[in-house]
């Protein structure tokens, strides 16, 4: 249809919107009736207009989609209205915020409709829940800069300056205060979100954790039940659990005032089978030893990015929080510890790593105000600032170290000699901490035992290198695996997958050939509640995607 009339069409169906504010026992209130307010229409953008191309692709270039409208939007009302007509008309919706999802579950054939919620970032301050209101467009950097600019506070979310609060928050959240202040979703008061009834109508649900809301469950399935699961997200509130006070700045975590920064790395050529193994024992031995949430290193998040040897050098980067005592000496101790029995000569980075561009000017950690670190390691980012990119990505949390037979596959995979592809790499992230002080069905996010994650990842540009990438990536990871049918169990060594990395593979017999199906490497034991609130506020599976929770059969 030409743009105007879907406008028009958009403008046309009628929604329903939250009643607001929350009572005085804190339990939100909901609007079932259809809401009087009218906003302006949806800015509906067909295939004949030229913004199209720009609106129907996210940061992964492999998955581009052909929908017959993007409807941006500004307002739950307005989603509401858009939700209403695909419903109506039986039409596939999805929902793009930052655009960082990894696999094709907004843009795909199916999907007719896609909700843009890009102008929808508004970050502010609602003293009727008191709380901070986030609304769902929003990406993180702004979240951030508005959060302590002008309140001094922050949420412990993601590094990716441009990644979406929609998805990110929904599927747990992980950043680099995690160890210090736990995951963003254990700051999380209250989310708002748009659902489709049994009966096709749609109502927007206010959800808090407050034991009294009768919509207490909505609130926790996004607490780590994923994005694209029960309704779509216009807002968040945020504010930390027991905070004293009625004042907004006592109602986050503070950030340090100045971080200290790091980045080391080791040359392929002097780094033998021996020195890798060592290296990347030390580091995960490291975390082991220091996981508990009150241990004092959890002033310290480290990243250890395993390149493939055509990169030509694996590498190290790390951020202490500098507002705790001998900040400079828990940096040493803790590359001390990383680099102990390791010969290879440690120097600076000089090639991309993962994510990360070159930070030669790390190489002797550099103290900087926290503001401007987040912004560094944010948009330094040579992948998220690559427009013709595709990637294909895995993950898995490790509760134990490396076992010796999982240290020589690492080194084989990494150093094989028929790829060559210098963006091929596994990256070792911190976790525990302050994040493992949250017991696993608290939240829907359940990995409280991870003491670090990883995040396999490869990208391309000519699709005649798909096949290869996508294939070493299987092949590396199976192969890690091999031992519990080519995926990371829950056991006492390993713990699943983090949804927020979403990776179809998982549901794939022919790869996952262990009997833990994809849903329980996402969830574990939480995975039957979040079927339940699929029932009660999605009961005819109108959103929905490739790794979607299911209805209970």
Known sequence: MAAGAAAA?????????????????GSAAVANAPSTARSAAPVAVTPGDRRYLDLVRGWNQRWV???????????????????????D????????????????????????????????????YDPGLHAFSVEGGARLLDVYERLYRM??????????????????VSGGGWGMLLR???????????????????????????????????????????????????????????????????RPESLLPQPPAEVLISAASWAWDDLGEADFVRLVKNFANWHVAHGEPDDPRTAICSLLSLNHRSNGAVGIVTQVDASVRDAEGLHAEFMAAVTKGVRARTGPVTTQMGEFAAMPEFAQPQRLPWMQATQYIGTANATTNNPTLKGDFKSAYMRASFPERHLRVLYEHLSRGDLDNPTASLMLSSHGGRA???????????????LFKMAWMIWWTDPADEARSVGWLREFYEDLYADTGGVPVPNGVTDGCYVNYPDVDLGDARRNTSAVPWHELYYKGNYARLQQVKKAYDPKDFFRHRQSVRLPS
């Open 436 to 450: 493992n002080a949250v017991p696993a069905n608290a939240t829907a996010f359940p990995h409280r035992s991870a």
């Open 180 to 246: 210090r202040d736990g995951l963003v979703v254990d700051h999380l008061y209250a989310v708002e979100v748009v659902v489709v009834g049994a009966s096709g109508k749609v109502r927007t649900v206010v959800a808090t954790r407050e034991k009294n809301d009768p919509n207490r469950e909505l609130w926790w399935a996004h607490t780590g039940g994923g994005g694209g699961n029960f309704g779509v997200v216009t807002r968040y509130w945020f504010r930390s659990p027991g905070r004293p006070g009625r």
């Open 151 to 168: 309140w001094g506070v922050t949420i412990p979310a993601g590094t990716c300056y441009s990644v979406g609060v929609g998805g990110h």
């Open 9 to 25: 069409g958009a403008a046309a169906v009628g929604g329903t919107v939250a009643a607001g504010a929350a009572t005085a026992a």
């Open 65 to 87: 989609g052909a929908p017959e409208a993007v409807y941006v939007v500004r307002s739950a009302a307005e989603v509401a209205r858009v939700v209403q007509l695909a419903a």
């Open 89 to 124: 008309r039986g039409k596939r919706l999805t929902v793009r915020g930052g655009g960082h999802c990894w696999e094709d579950f907004v843009f795909n054939p199916e999907v007719d409709v896609v909700v843009d919620m890009s102008e929808m970032a508004a970050v502010r």
